[in-house]
T-cell receptor
């Protein structure tokens, strides 16, 4: 069964450094998403992306965050200047565009640790 | 943000019995509700969904019930199996121009005892 894959599984970065989290969505999917889960808290929506532009973003997704689909397969989340509070699990998800409702499929996440 | 709430952090059920997980929501604009299952070190795995215009959806051992007047949904698993032990997340979807925004509950850890 097709899967969403995320790399790396664990990223350790110094505060203030830039980090890029990578995702390969399921190949025929057209909607892409990023979520995060801070330890002990809920999974939170960050951003949705369709047709090479952001569809919606949450309050968390400020100017320090950006997303990009640099080629036909990858979907990236960049944090420009990381803060301690960015430490979390980051999940990528994708869903197809088939007219009817299709659930999002999630990757296994990248654990981001900011030191 | 308390739009979706799962009030039980944990639930323990005997193998073979029914597991019932509950979820409450506050926003009437959600158009779909979903249940995801999560094992440690893995991402959420989709289980079952229900449209806001339905009141029941069944898929094998899993049934989701939606009570719109009470803004409440539940997931029934019967019979429960040891492999069902995981964290279960309720999520509500608001669809904007085809893109879904999922709002998650806190999760309920289900343990199935042999």
């Amino acid at each position: 069964e097709p899967e969403v894959t995320q790399t790396p599984s664990h990223q350790v970065t110094q505060m203030g450094q830039e980090v890029i989290l990578r995702c390969v969505p399921i190949s025929n999917h057209l909607y892409f998403y990023w979520y995060r889960q801070i330890l002990g808290q809920k999974v939170e929506f960050l951003v949705s992306f369709y047709n090479n532009e952001i569809s919606e973003k949450s309050e968390i997704f400020d100017d320090q965050f950006s997303v990009e689909r640099p080629d036909g397969s990858n979907f990236t989340l960049k944090i420009r200047s990381t803060k301690l509070e960015d430490s979390a699990m980051y999940f990528c998800a994708s869903s197809p565009d088939r007219g009817t409702f299709q659930p999002q499929h999630f990757g296994d996440g990248t654990r981001l640790s900011i030191l | 943000d308390q739009q979706v709430k799962q009030n039980s952090p944990s639930l323990s059920v005997q193998e073979g019995r029914i597991s019932i997980l509950n979820c409450d929501y506050t926003n009437s604009m959600f158009d779909y509700f979903l249940w995801y299952k999560k094992y440690p070190a893995e991402g959420p795995t989709f289980l079952i969904s229900i449209s806001s215009i339905k009141d029941k959806n069944e898929d094998g051992r899993f049934t989701v019930f939606l009570n719109k007047s009470a803004k409440h949904l539940s997931l029934h698993i019967v019979p429960s199996q040891p492999g069902d032990s995981a964290v279960y997340f309720c999520a509500a979807s608001a669809t904007i121009q085809g893109a879904q925004k999922l709002v998650f509950g806190q999760g309920t850890r289900l343990t199935i005892n042999p």
